[in-house]
Each structure stands twice: as C-alpha cells, then as structure tokens.
C-alpha cells in the first residue's frame, strides 16, 4: 500500500545516559558498522525501553540484548554491554519476548549496571539500525547527555 511507511522517521533513545558515536565502542563488530550505522550509549540507569513503536522480534536468552522492527520497519539492535552474553543472564531482567507489540517508551529490560561493571564489562549499549541500506541517511545525534525517550536517530528513506 502507498503512503504506508513515512518519508523519514525517529528512533527514540532507549537509555539515560550519554550518547556517543558508535566509533567510540570497543567492539569492531559496532565501531566499523558491520551490523549497521547507529548511536551508543553509555548508560546510567539501568532501564531499556522501546526506541520507537512496533514488535519485538527477538529477544536473546540472556536478556543482554534484543531486536525490534518499528511500525515503519526499520530493524533495530540493542546490544546492552561488550560481551556480556557471558553473563549467562545474571544481572538482567527481561520483561518482553518475541511477538509482543511495544510502544515507544515501554520497558524492555532492566539490568544491574553497577553489577555488570563489578563482573568486568563496559555497559556502553549500541542501538544499531540492522537494514540500514533501506535508508537513504540515517542522521545520528550524539555528544550530548539524553533521557529515555530523547530524539537519537532520524532515518530517511
């Protein structure tokens, strides 16, 4: 159907924390873009909310990490903290699972930031646009402290 996806769209930080370039994680997988262009965020409270609106599509075992795809499909990754699919689950709660349908704002998982450092992992948290190569730009705010809920990401089709 025309007229279904919007021209251009935003994608809402999950996180309250700051924002940075996704060049400053440790993580080459993230900081070359080889899941795709996005923000992190270096997080201060431990609560991820949906970005946007629109349907889980995965949530992994572990609670460290989840994908959603938006109403106006974009594919979003994020991935709380370097390597902590290690953490085996401990220090995250995940409270959606594949299928359910979120609105932009709701919670997705809390985690123990304090914990997570204590266990050894950098808790920044890349928000990645997987299709990014559906979109023409994909303009990034970042360099600034953000609220759950702040503007990060606008993408034009």
């Not at 220090?91 to 979120?102: L, P, S, T």
């Not at 809390?110 to 303009?139: H, M, Q, S």
Request: glycine share 8%.
């Amino acid at each position: 159907m025309f007229g279904m996806f919007k021209k251009e769209f935003n994608i809402f930080s999950p996180l309250e924390g700051a924002c940075v370039p996704l060049s400053d994680v440790n993580d080459p997988a993230f900081s070359e873009e080889m899941f795709g262009r996005g923000v992190a965020v270096r997080p201060s409270a431990g609560r991820l909310v949906a970005p946007a609106d629109g349907v889980i599509s995965q949530m992994f075992e572990t609670g460290h990490a989840v994908t959603m795809t938006t109403n106006d499909a974009a594919e979003v990754l994020m991935h709380i903290g370097l390597d902590t699919v290690k953490l085996k689950g401990e220090h995250f709660n995940a409270h959606v699972k594949a299928g359910d349908v979120v609105k932009v704002g709701d919670l997705l998982i809390e985690f123990d930031i304090e914990k997570i450092k204590l266990a050894g992992y950098d808790t920044i948290t890349p928000i990645v646009i997987c299709n990014t190569n559906d979109y023409k730009r994909i303009d990034a705010q970042h360099g600034t402290a953000v609220a759950a809920g702040d503007m990060i990401m606008t993408l034009r089709k």
